[in-house]
T-cell receptor
Framework: EAGVTQFPSHSVIEKGQTVTLRCDPI?????LYWYRRVMGKEIKFLLH????????ESGMPNNRFLAERTGGTYSTLKVQPAELEDSGVYFC??????????FGPGTRLTVT | GDSVTQMEGPVTLSEEAFLTINCTYT??????LFWYVQYPGEGLQLLLK?????DKGSNKGFEATYRKETTSFHLEKGSVQVSDSAVYFC???????????FGKGTRLSVIA
């Protein structure tokens, strides 16, 4: 069974540019989560999808971040325009039930 | 709000040494507790978990006991191996059905 995959593995962009991160969850997992780890800090929750619906987006830092999950399969997280403080590692996870999240390898975003 | 505090790293040990990584938590409800591990180049993997007081989670020789009286969930292993080198994250989910709250992570390096 394929695990959670994320693309790209690393992205370097300039401040003000747009970046789109993609996550492909494990097939059949209705729950999809985005987390991020800013350098030296904790991994923080961003949002949670159940199928294509946003169940909880309380962790989204501001309106420069837009997450979608069309069709309830893969998800994208767009940052527009990117700021320096957005640099970090963005993790995606999926699950069938709470407490059984499977994480992807993460996308390392560097904003210069 | 909920929070997790774990010992700062990095921790460097010789092979076969005893490992303890301290983790304490603050939660408004009755949380489930987790240890995740991230090996180099990989995503976060669930190492072990416990859902109620005095439960002991164990996996791959690692153990952690849910101590409600001290709000702790310390990770231990009796004899570490070089292959245990990774970053370890303590985490909680309040009531077991909310997004994960992570500690900052502890990097462990085991040398032969």
């Amino acid at each position: 069974e394929a695990g959670v995959t994320q693309f790209p593995s690393h992205s370097v962009i300039e401040k003000g540019q747009t970046v789109t991160l993609r996550c492909d969850p494990i097939s059949g997992h209705d729950n999809l989560y985005w987390y991020r780890r800013v350098m030296g800090k904790e991994i923080k929750f961003l949002l949670h999808f159940v199928k294509e619906s946003k169940q909880d987006e309380s962790g989204m830092p501001n309106n420069r971040f837009l997450a979608e999950r069309t069709g309830g399969t893969y998800s994208t997280l767009k940052v527009q325009p990117a700021e320096l403080e957005d640099s970090g590692v963005y993790f995606c996870a999926s699950s069938q039930t709470w407490g059984q999240e499977y994480f992807g390898p993460g996308t390392r975003l560097t904003v210069t | 709000g909920d929070s997790v505090t774990q010992m700062e790293g990095p921790v460097t040990l010789s092979e076969e040494a005893f490992l303890t990584i301290n983790c304490t938590y603050t939660a408004t409800g009755y949380p489930s507790l987790f240890w995740y591990v991230q090996y180099p180049g990989e995503g976060l993997q669930l190492l072990l978990k416990a859902t109620k007081a005095d439960d002991k989670g164990s996996n791959k020789g690692f153990e952690a006991t849910y101590r409600k009286e001290t709000t702790s969930f310390h990770l231990e292993k009796g004899s570490v191996q070089v292959s245990d080198s990774a970053v370890y994250f303590c985490a909680l989910s309040d009531q077991g059905n909310t997004p994960l709250v992570f500690g900052k992570g502890t990097r462990l390096s085991v040398i032969a």
